[in-house]
Structures are given as C-alpha cells and as structure tokens.
C-alpha cells in the first residue's frame, strides 16, 4: 500500500487558535512519523495547493493517509457548515471498507480527539475504542507549559494508538484507492439529512443518560 501522509487532521476552521492547532499538528505529526515513517501531515491549509479542486483533494487526501484524525467538538457536524461532516462521513466508508478486509473489529481508520466535552459526546457513528480526550491539556498544548507528564503521557497513548493500527493496516495487501473508488460522494441535502440524523440520536441518548461511545465496534 502507497500512502503520502501519516495522518489526515480534520477540524473546523475558526474554531481553534492558531498556537493551539498549530502545536496540535506537531504533535500528531512526530509521533506519527516514528510510527509509519511518514513525515507529511494533511492539513488543508497547507496541503491543498491554490488552484486545486477542494473536493477532489480532500479526499484524495483521506484515500492518502495512514488515519484520519477528527478533533471533535460540539459543532464539529453542523449543517451550517458540512465540510467537517464530508470528511468523516468518507473516512467512516473508507474505515469500513478495510474492516472488511482485516476482519478485525478493533482496526481503526478514525482516531477521534475529543477537545470539548467528555468522550460521551462522540456521535454514535464514531468508535470509541482508540478516542482521547484532549480537553484537559487545551493549556498545554498551547504552549503554557512544556514537559508535563499529562502531555507526556498523551504523546505515548497516541503513539500506541498509532503502533496497533499501523501494524493491520500495513499487513494488508491492498490498494486502498481501488478499494474505494465505489464510494459515493453525498450531495449537500444528502449529508445535511445524515448530520440531522446523528445529531437526533445524539440527543435521544443524552436525554436518557445513555452512553453515546461504543465500547467495541
């Protein structure tokens, strides 16, 4: 298998800091490169060249990278704004597309970041099984602070997150870009009917108290 990025970030522009999304990207960026030896992150202010088409280079950019890395926060699906919404609905069919090639219920494509909030409001499409929340290291990351163990410890789950997944993904003899050119890429209304529906579901299990993650998947 071919692929150019170690990881594909997807986040909502304006939502973050520049220091911290900046900072965020580094981190992700080494401790994926010891990992897959991939030193490019996709990150679409840097990665999409001006004159490109957006759509076709974002997922291009998906079909690329070893993971795709949402960090996820109250608004990451929103109507108003599906990009973010376009991304993980693509990685979601990509992720299942390997599935059902490694036949191993614990590989994950998608390694959700929780920024805001607890890991209970992931949307129930997204596995919680390699999710970490980053919400109590916002300041860190930022740069307040250097060397906290917390970060430290942060930077070895990701790792180890990023060690399981590489070793089924590279084990597979696969061109992912084949594998998934049959994917379907939803219209507007399309996408925006699917964000209404997770987002349903979402509040249904709030209201009830019930755990949004699943354990496995």
Not at 94 to 120: A, H, Q, W
Not at 149 to 156: C, G, I, N
Not at 187 to 196: E, F, G, L, S, V
Request: charged letters at 30%; proline letters at 4%.
């Amino acid at each position: 298998m071919s692929f150019s990025y170690s990881s594909f970030i997807s986040y909502r522009r304006n939502e973050y800091d520049p220091t911290f999304i900046q900072n965020f990207k580094k981190i992700i960026a080494g401790e994926a490169l010891s990992v897959t030896n991939k030193a490019k992150v996709f990150f679409d202010e840097e990665s999409i060249k001006w004159g490109n088409d957006f759509d076709p280079a974002i997922y291009d950019g998906i079909l690329s990278s070893y993971f795709f890395i949402p960090i996820y926060q109250y608004n990451y699906l929103h109507v108003d704004n599906v990009w973010c919404a376009r991304e993980i609905y693509h990685a979601l069919q990509v992720e299942k597309k390997i599935r059902e090639r490694t036949d191993n219920p614990k590989y994950s494509f998608i390694l959700p970041i929780i920024y805001r909030g607890s890991t209970d409001e992931l949307p129930d499409c997204i596995c919680k099984i390699n999710a970490k929340s980053i919400r109590q290291l916002e300041h860190l990351i930022r740069g307040k602070k250097d060397g906290n163990l917390k970060l430290t410890e942060f930077r070895t789950d990701i790792s180890n997150v990023f060690h399981s997944n590489f070793k089924l993904i590279e084990s597979l003899d696969i061109n992912l870009k084949e594998l998934c050119n049959e994917i379907e890429v939803p219209t507007d209304d399309q996408i925006k009917d699917w964000i209404r529906v997770q987002n349903k579901v979402q509040k249904e299990a709030e209201s009830k108290k019930l755990p949004l993650l699943k354990k496995t998947c």
